[in-house]
């Protein structure tokens, strides 16, 4: 039995659960092996401890209920503090980082923007009408041969549209 050693066998059960057949097994095999022996015995003293240990009860003094209420209570009676306190303990971390953010992206805003960005003027529709009043009058700019005549713009400012009716 030399090659069979009985560690394996230890570390996979309680030594109190082990059965009559294997603790005979188990001793004659020790009897010719040292490191097998001394495992043996080890776990054999860790059974009897445990055994002895579970099987213990301890008794409460008189007075341990009393001393254990009389904590509580001084436990509950000390202030914990306003509640403001208590929610900025709960939340503290929370609210940083959200101040933080905040800062940060007002920043990035402020400082993004060049000073020398120009305002564009929007890009005109293309289904704006070439003869509205607005650019008759405003947009006019230096027309050559096809410079309307006053009858044109006239007409162009004072034109009935021809669903409005007015």
Known sequence: MPDNHIIKMLDEKPFSTLRDG?????????ATCEQCKSAYDAARVA?????????ETVHA???????????IRER???AEGPALARMWRAAGAL????????????????FSQSPYT?????VVAASQNLYSPEYVVLERGDLDDDELAN????????????????
């Open 22 to 30: 294997d603790i005979i097994s188990a001793e004659s095999h020790i």
């Open 47 to 55: 059974a009897f401890l445990i055994e002895a240990r579970t099987s």
């Open 61 to 71: 003094g008189p007075f341990f209920k009393t001393r254990v209420m009389a904590a």
């Open 76 to 78: 509950q009676l000390t």
């Open 95 to 110: 609210i940083s980082t959200m101040d933080l953010l905040l800062v940060t992206l007002t920043c990035v805003t402020i």
């Open 118 to 122: 120009q305002i564009q003027t929007p």
């Open 151 to 166: 009858d044109q713009v006239l007409g162009t400012v004072y034109d009935v549209e021809d669903g409005d009716g007015q």
